[in-house]
């Protein structure tokens, strides 16, 4: 279903109104540190996975990888739109908050 020309079309019209939105609104860039935002994109994938999973639903665990180059691709004129319709990220992408808290934990506990 993935490949289908159905949903290649409807990425194709989203990136188009998503170009469009950018060239024709003011739009905030926000830096983010890479090494960050791969660990974020790729706790997305795996919580996304174990969400799937709970719900008795075939997942392909073997796609991080492409799943974090799509997100690179298309996340970050998300960031820049949001805003200008009046929405933040964590209305979009509501695992954001989860995690920071994470990040701010970290592997070995809570960084003081």
Request: charged share 30%; net charge neutral; aromatic share 6%.
């Amino acid at each position: 279903m993935i490949a289908s020309a159905s949903v290649a079309s409807l990425r194709r019209g989203v990136s188009l109104l998503l170009k469009t939105l950018q060239s024709n609104f003011p739009t905030a860039d926000e830096h983010v540190d890479d090494a960050i935002d791969t660990w974020r994109l790729r706790q997305s994938y795996l919580d996304a996975i174990e969400t799937l999973k709970a719900a008795g639903i075939a997942v392909q665990t073997d796609g991080i990888e492409p799943y974090v180059a799509a997100r690179r691709a298309w996340e970050p004129a998300i960031q820049r739109v949001a805003p200008v319709l009046g929405y933040t990220i964590t209305e979009i992408d509501s695992r954001r908050t989860e995690d920071r808290e994470r990040l701010q934990k970290g592997p070995i506990g809570p960084r003081d």
